[in-house]
């Protein structure tokens, strides 16, 4: 079973950056969608975003849309998410995962979660 590991969070003010990585241990990351969640303090998880496998189309939750981006590098075996002018209610912990993209963005079944990395936007 495919291994993720998350890394990248960390704490910014509002307005910051910062990019999450997720490596996955298995050749072929082509083979996997691969999607980005987050779960705020005291709040359920939630979908963010979400990359494709062959076509490696790129979907977003809309709160996200225009701020964050996710791209994936087959060859380093890594999908990022690149977060930019981060909000407080963008804190959470960061969780990726195998996926399904379409029509809702959700854990595949089956599939593999990271540990998570957690993201803490304040003044």
């Known amino acids: 079973q495919v291994q993720l590991v998350e890394s990248g969070g960390g704490s910014v003010q509002p307005g910051g950056s910062l990019r999450l990585s997720c490596v996955l241990s298995?050749?072929?990351?082509?083979?996997?969608?691969v999607g980005w969640f987050r779960q705020p303090p005291g709040k359920e998880r939630e979908p963010v975003s979400c990359?494709?496998?062959?076509?490696?189309?790129?979907y977003y939750v809309d709160s996200v849309k225009g701020r964050f981006t996710i791209s994936r590098d087959n060859a380093k075996g890594t999908v990022y998410l690149q977060m930019n002018d981060l909000r407080p209610e963008d804190t959470a912990v960061y969780f990726c995962?195998?996926?399904?993209?379409?029509?809702?963005?959700?854990?595949?079944?089956?599939?593999?979660w990271g540990q998570g990395t957690q993201v803490t936007v304040s003044s």
């Open positions: 995962a195998t996926a399904q993209c379409w029509p809702v963005i959700s854990g595949a079944a089956f599939g593999s």
């Open positions: 298995r050749d072929r990351l082509d083979y996997y969608a």
């Open positions: 990359i494709s496998s062959a076509e490696a189309s790129t």
